[in-house]
């Protein structure tokens, strides 16, 4: 029964970089996160959501077969690969060719990180600003 198992320091080296890649966050998270903080919440989920269905997508290909299928034609894998590059061109040309051209420009000030009604008020008055302090000379 142990014949099945690999040698143990191959299993720890697995279990290892197993570890170290699961807890290393990829691409997908850096961009979560970023559209969080820049844009606000409902932004972030926005991008969860589209995480987890580019995630769902590909994990249903792989179980209908088309990876095997992409690997024995190189063929089917360059018509995907093309059409895919083709589709992101169409999205770039759109955003362009949007009225008054909002999705060309970023803002990416401080203010655009935090919703309006959540930005700290600035102070209606202070101690060195009070009338009694004024009128004080001071």
């Known amino acids: 029964m ?3 198992l690999p040698p143990w320091p191959v299993v720890s080296a697995f279990l290892f970089a197993s570890l170290v890649l699961a807890i290393t966050p990829g691409p997908g998270v850096l961009y979560i996160v970023t559209r969080s903080l820049v844009q606000g919440r409902r932004s972030g989920l926005v991008s969860v959501a589209g995480v987890a269905l580019g995630n769902l997508g590909n994990a249903l290909a792989a179980s209908v077969g088309l990876a095997a299928l992409f690997a024995a034609s190189s063929l089917a894998f360059a018509v995907v690969k093309y ?11 759109q955003m362009f060719r ?9 803002d990416l000030s401080v203010r655009t990180c935090y919703p309006q009604r959540h930005a700290p008020s600035p102070p209606h008055s202070s101690p060195r600003s009070s009338p009694a302090r004024r009128s004080a000379g001071t």
Do not use: F, I, M, N
């Open 98 to 106: 949007s009225p008054g051209g909002k999705g060309a420009r970023v």
């Open 83 to 93: 059409a895919g590059a083709l589709y992101l061109v169409y999205l770039g040309v």
């Open 2 to 4: 142990t014949d099945l």
